[in-house]
């Protein structure tokens, strides 16, 4: 499913997070130093990484994997506690630290080890070999996800030589096909049903202003479905100087004009509720009086017309349907045999995909017009709860380092691994301890990159995260 590759971002998914950061006036600004020992290792682990071209298809996995298990191994870890399985043409990996209360359930760490392609012509400099240069690391998955694998990689190490001792075990799971499949989630997801939280290192995260300072810290807890429909109308066709009344472009035109106009109902859960609310210290006119009623009432009528005329809140309201591709026809003198379009869903949490597509059976309102639901990438799943100990720890580790920045609840247009993670009975949170610049969001594009300074706080991030939540 390359086509969800397009919607997810470490930082943009911060749904209209961007948008405060004119808004804002920032605290102070003191990122964490670390040992410098540490910050190099970190550092050339992400360097190795993106080495690894492990782009679906490519072979590379396991020999990614092998190099991560052998960063832990040398740091201390039993070989026989991490373990390296293929799962359909890629690999998982999970590392075990054993924890000294077995009553306790595991916490998860995840990642994804695979990228998005990126092809050498289109790039400035190779994308498989890591460049650090002007302050940046560069390299395909230089952020997208390696950069958090690497930071938790280097954490765990650390940790590791250092003796500490969890009280519950902490369990990083690694995928190998979360830009495509998911078939390797699935199976860590199922593996992995019994633990007690996911930490996600592949969505949320700090957002910097462009002069460097922290704006807001993002933490995903939830994530809208994506699925894509095909309506499909076939016909007869014949000459176009014989035209009649049966038409296969104009079927499905006449059947996407009625989908077009219909909107499906403004919805809540707590996520988009601490969304909204922590939006409004920062909003004015007659967005935030569109804010403040709709949390007084969600059925105000006015209130919802006026938040969905924006696009930057739109996706937070409900679920959304959109065509977003169209073919037909095989010749300009023949009447078309065949009419296809696309209709992309963003699906509220909660939401059955099947409900979703009944409803648009329904308003296309027309039995010629086939829809089917060809990807499988996508599940279901609830919000996850915003747990007090996991708001705790996260506004801990943030505060550590950026004291008093606001930390924003959010949920993304989704997906990432953590769906299916909810979807296994799993409260997981994205989590990410990258702050970064809006302009310096490369992910899935060309000349990914990730700031050099950015290493040291995403390190204490993650010290700071596993020590309070896996105590
Ligand atoms: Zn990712």
């Not at 790039?123 to 996800?145: I, M, Q």
């Not at 003796?163 to 699935?186: C, F, H, N, Y």
């Not at 010749?331 to 597509?357: S, Y």
Request: hydrophobic share 40%; glycine share 8%.
């Amino acid at each position: 499913m390359k086509s969800r590759s397009q919607i997810k971002h470490c930082v943009s998914a911060l749904i209209g997070l961007a948008a405060m950061a004119t808004a804002v006036s920032a605290p102070a600004a003191s990122p964490p130093k670390v040992d410098q020992a540490l910050h190099d290792q970190a550092l050339g682990i992400l360097q190795k990484s993106i080495g690894f071209r492990t782009v679906d298809g490519a072979g590379q996995m396991p020999a990614y994997a092998e190099y991560l298990k052998s960063v832990l191994v040398e740091a201390g870890f039993a070989p026989g506690d991490i373990t390296i399985e293929p799962v359909a043409n890629t690999a998982t990996l999970v590392a075990h630290y054993r924890g000294t209360d077995s009553s306790k359930k595991p916490l998860l760490l995840l990642g994804h080890m695979d990228v998005v392609e990126a092809k050498r012509e289109d790039w400035k400099r190779d994308p498989f070999t890591a460049v650090v240069e002007n302050g940046y690391v560069f390299g395909r998955g230089s952020v997208d996800n390696k950069f958090e694998i690497s930071m938790m990689t280097a954490t765990l190490a650390k940790l590791k030589r250092e003796g500490w001792k969890p009280r519950r075990d902490v369990i990083l799971a690694l995928s190998g096909d979360e830009e495509t499949q998911m078939v390797s989630t699935r199976k860590l997801a199922s593996q992995f049903k019994h633990a007690e939280l996911a930490l996600n290192g592949d969505a949320g995260g700090g957002l910097l202003s462009e002069d460097g300072k922290p704006v807001v810290y993002g933490l995903q807890a939830g994530e809208k479905t994506y699925a894509d429909f095909k309506l499909t109308v076939t016909n007869p066709g014949g000459h176009s100087s014989r035209p009649g009344k049966v038409n296969a472009i104009n079927q499905l035109a006449k059947a996407l004009d009625r989908i077009a106009a219909y909107e499906f109902p403004a919805m809540q859960n707590e996520l988009t509720r601490a969304y909204f609310k922590a939006s409004l210290p920062k909003l004015s006119g007659p967005i935030a009086d569109a804010i403040k009623k709709y949390l007084a009432d969600p059925n105000d009528a006015a209130a919802i017309a006026t938040l969905s005329a924006d696009p930057g809140y739109v996706g937070q309201l409900r679920t959304t349907c959109v065509a977003t591709q169209i073919e037909g026809g095989h010749a300009p003198n023949a009447l078309p045999q065949k009419a296809v379009a696309n209709i992309n869903c963003r699906i509220f949490p909660g939401v059955a995909v099947a409900d979703v597509q009944k409803t648009l059976v329904d308003v296309a309102a027309d039995p010629e017009v086939v829809m089917t639901l060809p990807g499988s990438g996508s599940a279901a799943s609830d919000a996850s709860p915003l747990r007090a100990d996991v708001m705790n720890a996260v506004t801990k580790a943030v505060h550590a380092s950026y004291p008093g920045l606001s930390i924003v609840p959010s949920m993304s247009a989704g997906a990432t691994d953590s769906m299916h993670f909810r979807g296994a009975g799993v409260p997981s949170y994205g989590v990410s301890g990258l702050f970064m610049k809006d302009s310096d969001d490369f992910a899935h594009g060309l000349d990914e990159r990730a700031p050099v300074a950015a290493i040291d706080g995403a390190l204490a991030h993650w010290d700071s995260l596993l020590k309070a939540l896996a105590r």
